[in-house]
């Protein structure tokens, strides 16, 4: 799924890979706690919010994972416009 989103892994060893999407740069670890994962949010600023939304659209993630689905641009009372992923872990993604 990550590839598909566009991500880049910039390493990966012994179940901990860095990832990139832009300037936003991470470290996703192999290690699965549905607790955790459920209630973790990621946020990740992108050049445009449209353009992602569109990416995000005709990617193909949506309908190829079970259980990712994704909310469309929404201004947000906290004032910020977002497009919020769920991916297949449960995280839910803020992407502005």
Do not use: S
Not at 49 to 72: F, I, M, N, S, T
């Amino acid at each position: 799924m990550i590839g598909r989103l566009g991500f880049t892994v910039n390493w990966e060893g012994q179940g901990l890979a860095e990832l990139q999407l832009g300037a936003a740069v991470f470290l996703l670890q192999d290690f699965h706690n549905p607790t955790v994962q459920e209630n973790l949010m990621m946020f990740v600023r992108v050049d445009d919010l449209d353009a992602w939304w569109r990416h995000l659209q005709e990617c193909g993630v949506l309908e190829r994972y079970p259980g990712v689905r994704a909310k469309a641009p929404t201004l947000y009372p906290w004032g910020m416009r977002e497009v919020h992923l769920i991916d297949p872990a449960g995280v839910c993604w803020h992407f502005a």
